[in-house]
């Protein structure tokens, strides 16, 4: 069974950091992209980024160029977020997810979501 | 980047009844277009990909078409459990896009 078990968020200051972890099981991890995609309050779906089966490669939205670094651990399975210089608008769940094959594609499975609150 | 729009925002309907959602590109996306169901507090479901597929466990219940430009996501009859939120997604290129979702409603 494909698990995804999210852990980090919180609340944090604006100008802060925090870094948020996805623990995969039940697939060869190393085999696949992964993404994380954040929904704002009451708002839609966002991708954020995305990292390549073997991390040499990411994808990053605009949004979030320049202050987020995707990054994965394949001996340990584990996908990883690192947010720095965090706004007000980066307020939400995020979710890590895997993507069906090794390029930015579609997810078909989802972790349980994080909440990330920025907020003096 | 590949805008994403889809109609209506929100529908109202009753159990048994047939609906529709719209999901329209920017630009031509082939078939390159996935649906997903999400419910209140819970992630994302993925229940379509390649604009027609159902996704291993989705109810035959749910369908897709479409090519191009155009896509909808049609239930053929609704069940109390299909009321939910759902969103289209374009794979045709980066960044990746989603619509602003649909929200089911129960009449």
């Known amino acids: 069974e494909v698990q995804l078990l999210q852990s980090g968020g919180g609340l944090v200051q604006p100008g802060g950091s925090l870094r948020l972890s996805c623990a995969a099981s039940?697939?060869?991890?190393?085999?696949?992209?992964m993404s994380w995609v954040r929904q704002a309050p009451g708002k839609g779906l966002e991708w954020v980024s995305e990292?390549?089966?073997?991390?040499?490669?990411?994808y990053d939205a605009d949004s979030v160029k320049g202050r987020f670094t995707i990054s994965r651990d394949n001996s340990n399975n584990t996908l990883y977020l690192q947010m720095n210089s965090l706004r007000a608008d980066d307020t939400a769940v995020y979710y890590c997810a895997k993507d069906v094959s090794t390029w930015p594609d579609y997810f078909d499975f989802w972790g349980q979501g994080t909440l990330v609150t920025v907020s003096s | 980047d590949i805008q994403m729009t889809q109609s209506p925002s929100s529908l109202s309907a009753s159990v048994g009844d047939r609906v529709t959602i719209t999901c329209r590109a920017s630009?031509?996306?082939?078939?390159?277009l996935n649906w997903y169901q999400q419910k209140p507090g819970k992630a994302p479901k993925l229940l379509i990909y390649a604009a027609s597929t159902l996704h291993g466990g989705v109810p035959s219940n749910f369908s897709g078409s479409g090519s191009g430009t155009d896509f909808s996501l049609t239930i053929s009859s609704l069940q109390p459990e299909d009321f939910a939120t759902y969103y289209c997604q374009q794979n045709f290129g980066t960044p990746l896009t989603f619509g602003q979702g649909t929200k089911l409603e129960i009449k």
């Open positions: 039940g697939f060869t991890f190393r085999h696949f992209a």
């Open positions: 990292i390549s089966p073997n991390g040499e490669t990411t």
């Open positions: 630009q031509s996306i082939s078939t390159y």
